[in-house]
């Protein structure tokens, strides 16, 4: 069974932009860099799709991500999780006026809420947006990259589609997950339902 995640993603100038801002940094990481082409903003991850419910699964978040508006968001910010002081993940956040954070909570809870009525299961962790930059095997203080990342700002730009993703562990490049994008599901938009 796949996992599968639902995400907006950046366009390729602003994943540029956040890689440039990473490159001049990334010898001096204690730790492990996302690539730039995994670069997204997840709205729901689902830990095992099975096969038989792709189709379905496609077809209700189409219908959810059809509801939704629009909008514009823009990278900037950032933080770790748990915390900075013994982070495994390190992030950036995004910059939204507050319509646009209302339509980016409501996107994520209406395709949340048609994956797991079509039957996949939805990981119940609370709704964070953040594109994840980096990873540590272990607990490690990064207060200073936190405070790095703070001051990073992209430029704004459109969300206008999510993308259902099936992520296959260990068969990428240096044995981390290869990313299948499955389907790209237009925002506004409630035409014909589109299949795998």
Known sequence: MPRVF???R???EEVARLDDFLDVRRDAAPFSWTDAEQFHLTLAFLPDVPE???DDLVEAVAAAAGRRDRFDLCLGGGGAFPDPARAKVMWVGLRTDEHADQELQALAAGVRGSAAHSGAQVDGQRFR????????????PLDRWVRLLDGYSGAFWTAEEVEVIASHLGEG?????????LARLPLGDLGPSPSL
Do not use: F, K, N, S
Not at 129 to 140: I, N, Y
Not at 173 to 181: C, L, M, T
């Open 6 to 8: 639902i995400a907006l």
């Open 10 to 12: 950046p366009p390729q």
């Open 52 to 54: 038989h419910r792709l």
């Open 129 to 140: 947006p953040h594109v994840t930059v980096a990873r540590c095997g272990r607990p490690t």
């Open 173 to 181: 490049p240096r044995g981390r997950a290869r990313h299948e994008v």
